[in-house]
């Protein structure tokens, strides 16, 4: 075998712990292909720090090389904000990065960068020229941006770099006035600060209240991606709004709150490691006066304070960026904990071989399961459902741990059933659907088409059977809501089938809870009244006055679909079935 040399610091050790968290919640985690996704999203990071870290600390070539691609793309970024900004009426431009938070916090990395080099020496004189030029720019994009984050992020940059040349007090004074006049002249990016616009607009504390519940529930985290199946168990209400439990959030928009829920207290102390580790850098830079090291852990310390309320780590290029400045970082001001030779002889090297090709066999895979679901979603938009079940079927086979095939597949043999193919049809959806339910326990759609292909299934069994199936529906419409028990949509089909068995207690029961949670669903009105009618003709009557009245106040205020959905009313059989109830009551 051959000898290696190991020379791991104290920012090592974080990194490789950090992604070991990562990698074994892909054992660990309820939805396996989501985690694995990330896992190789983390991969990709820690290679691209592990190849920088073996470069020689001496080396300029690549620092200097990342700084020039950073600043050109920077600028480049810019052109295209303005561009979009101006031609194209974005209100918020993002570049080509998709969202403006991201394309603002890429500007302050250039704007340290620029700073920084322009400070060196060597330097000066050719920058002279071009730093008033870049960093005005800068500035200027990141307030087309009107990232609130962007702009307190160049705030507290620009109060440290000035101080270097003009000193803490007028350094302070400058950007004190800058901040004087965000303040003071109505501009866009006041406005976001002070929160006009949607009055309904979700809050990010929401978001990290459901986390911690999350973190409180697993304290050592429920595996990496799994937040977005977790928020519905642990959100807060939105009070004000039509639907108080209709938002929707994939991740706790911070990178803190999504390692403390996803990662529990090993993932929290990891990721609060590496900005102690990151202020211990700018310490030492500082003070060794390393300008390259500088403006690396400048970039560091910018993404870090901005993950606290963005998921800026979540995007592939950011991570990358990050890694690379990480590395300059640990080679440079970093000395080794543990600097040891190791031997790998060729059991080694042929079981890393042997990973390395079962990951690039399963990228493969999933890649394969990708073009395969393509052209299943192109066949079933153009209505050709068995063309479409047969790509979706392929893609489930080529990649058995993804759940959304089968479930597409499950969509496609539904869609034939109702074009009348048989009844087949209905039972291949259904075992499609429990196939995506068992690869994805953690997702509430799939046992929730279960409880309703199962209810459809009934109309061809005789009445023993038919109660089978129908309890197979209501428990698959309990597994959906113990996921998102905060659903009005899924308590009320689970009601609707509970008075088809006769349980009229129970279904009345559930609808109350429903409209306690959801004031305005006008359809839990209805069932309500329906369930009344035949014990309770006055608060039959009630409800269904209830319907019609939350209908006419909230029908013009509903602008998204699913809005109109909630608190849409079928008037002519309410007006009918007030009219008899008042007949009977002789009103």
């Known amino acids: 075998g051959t000898l290696s040399p190991i020379r791991l610091n104290f920012v090592d050790v974080l990194v490789l712990c950090l992604w070991a968290f990562g990698a074994a919640s892909v054992a660990g985690g309820g939805y396996k292909w989501i985690s694995y996704q990330w896992f190789l999203h983390h991969s990709a990071a820690l290679f691209l720090y592990a190849l920088l870290r073996g470069l020689p600390e001496a080396d300029e070539r690549f620092p200097g090389a990342a700084g020039a691609m950073l600043l050109v793309s920077a600028v480049a970024q810019v052109l295209i904000a303005f561009f979009q900004g101006v031609f194209q009426?974005?209100?918020?431009?993002?570049?080509?990065?998709?969202?403006?938070?991201?394309?603002?916090?890429?500007?302050?990395?250039?704007?340290?960068?620029?700073?920084?080099?322009?400070?060196?020496?060597?330097?000066?004189?050719?920058?002279?020229?071009?730093?008033?030029?870049?960093?005005?720019?800068?500035?200027?994009?990141?307030?087309?941006?009107?990232?609130?984050?962007?702009?307190?992020?160049?705030?507290?940059?620009?109060?440290?770099?000035?101080?270097?040349?003009?000193?803490?007090?007028?350094?302070?004074?400058?950007?004190?006035?800058?901040?004087?006049?965000?303040?003071?002249?109505?501009?866009?990016?006041?406005?976001?600060?002070?929160?006009?616009?949607?009055?309904?607009?979700?809050?990010?504390?929401?978001?990290?209240?459901a986390s911690v519940r999350i973190f409180l529930e697993n304290p050592l985290g429920v595996g990496v991606g799994h937040f977005k199946y977790y928020w519905h168990m642990a959100r807060d209400p939105v009070e004000g709004s039509i639907i108080r439990y209709a938002k929707y959030a994939r991740t706790p928009h911070s990178e803190f709150f999504s390692m403390l829920s996803e990662l529990g207290i090993p993932g929290a102390i990891g990721f609060l490691g590496l900005g102690a580790a990151g202020l211990v850098s700018l310490r030492r830079a500082v003070a060794w006066k390393e300008p390259v090291a500088l403006a690396a852990t400048l970039i560091l310390l910018t993404s870090y304070l901005h993950s606290f309320i963005e998921y800026n780590y979540h995007v592939l290029g950011m991570l990358l960026i990050n890694a690379a400045a990480l590395a300059i970082v640990s080679n440079r001001l970093w000395t080794p904990l543990l600097e040891k030779e190791v031997r790998t002889g060729p059991m080694v090297k042929g079981l890393i071989l042997a990973l390395l090709g079962i990951f690039l066999a399963y990228s493969g895979m999933t890649v394969a399961g990708t073009v395969l679901e393509e052209r299943g979603s192109d066949a079933f938009k153009g209505r050709r459902m068995g063309e479409a079940d047969r790509w979706f079927t392929r893609a489930a086979s080529a990649d058995p741990w993804r759940a959304t095939y089968p479930d597409s597949a499950s969509a496609a043999r539904y869609r034939l059933y109702e074009d009348g193919k048989g009844q087949?049809?209905?039972?291949?959806?259904?075992?499609?659907?429990?196939?995506?339910?068992?690869?994805?326990?953690?997702?509430?759609?799939?046992?929730?088409?279960?409880?309703?292909?199962?209810?459809?299934?009934?109309?061809?069994?005789?009445?023993?059977?038919?109660?089978?199936?129908?309890?197979?529906?209501?428990?698959?419409?309990?597994?959906?809501?113990?996921?998102?028990?905060?659903?009005?949509?899924?308590?009320?089909?689970?009601?609707?089938?509970?008075?088809?068995?006769?349980?009229?207690?129970?279904?009345?029961?559930?609808?109350?809870?429903?409209?306690?949670?959801?004031?305005?669903?006008?359809?839990?009105?209805?069932?309500?009244?329906?369930?009344?009618?035949?014990?309770?003709?006055?608060?039959?009557?009630?409800?269904?006055?209830?319907?019609?009245?939350?209908?006419?106040?909230?029908?013009?205020?509903?602008?998204?679909?699913?809005?109109?959905?909630?608190?849409?009313?079928?008037?002519?059989?309410?007006?009918?079935?007030?009219?008899?109830?008042?007949?009977?009551?002789?009103?």
């Open 424 to 587: 087949d049809y209905l039972f291949g959806a259904i075992e499609m659907e429990q196939k995506a339910y068992l690869r994805n326990p953690l997702d509430y759609r799939y046992p929730a088409r279960l409880g309703f292909l199962f209810s459809k299934a009934t109309d061809h069994f005789p009445y023993p059977e038919r109660a089978r199936i129908l309890a197979s529906s209501i428990r698959s419409y309990d597994q959906a809501i113990a996921l998102n028990p905060y659903s009005a949509d899924l308590r009320y089909l689970k009601a609707s089938l509970l008075s088809m068995t006769g349980r009229k207690a129970e279904a009345r029961s559930l609808v109350e809870a429903i409209l306690s949670a959801e004031p305005r669903y006008v359809k839990g009105w209805t069932l309500l009244a329906e369930l009344l009618e035949s014990e309770d003709a006055d608060k039959a009557l009630a409800a269904y006055e209830k319907a019609v009245s939350v209908h006419s106040v909230y029908r013009d205020l509903a602008t998204e679909s699913y809005e109109k959905e909630f608190v849409g009313l079928d008037g002519r059989m309410v007006e009918a079935r007030i009219r008899l109830l008042r007949s009977r009551l002789g009103r």
């Open 89 to 209: 009426g974005e209100v918020r431009p993002y570049g080509t990065l998709g969202n403006p938070n991201f394309l603002a916090e890429l500007l302050v990395y250039a704007g340290a960068a620029a700073w920084v080099w322009g400070r060196r020496a060597e330097n000066r004189e050719s920058w002279k020229k071009w730093l008033p030029l870049l960093i005005p720019l800068f500035l200027a994009g990141i307030g087309l941006t009107q990232s609130r984050g962007g702009f307190l992020l160049a705030v507290a940059l620009g109060t440290f770099l000035l101080a270097d040349r003009v000193g803490w007090r007028k350094s302070a004074l400058s950007v004190a006035l800058l901040v004087a006049a965000v303040v003071l002249i109505p501009n866009p990016l006041k406005d976001r600060f002070l929160g006009l616009g949607d009055p309904f607009a979700f809050e990010r504390i929401n978001m990290w209240k």
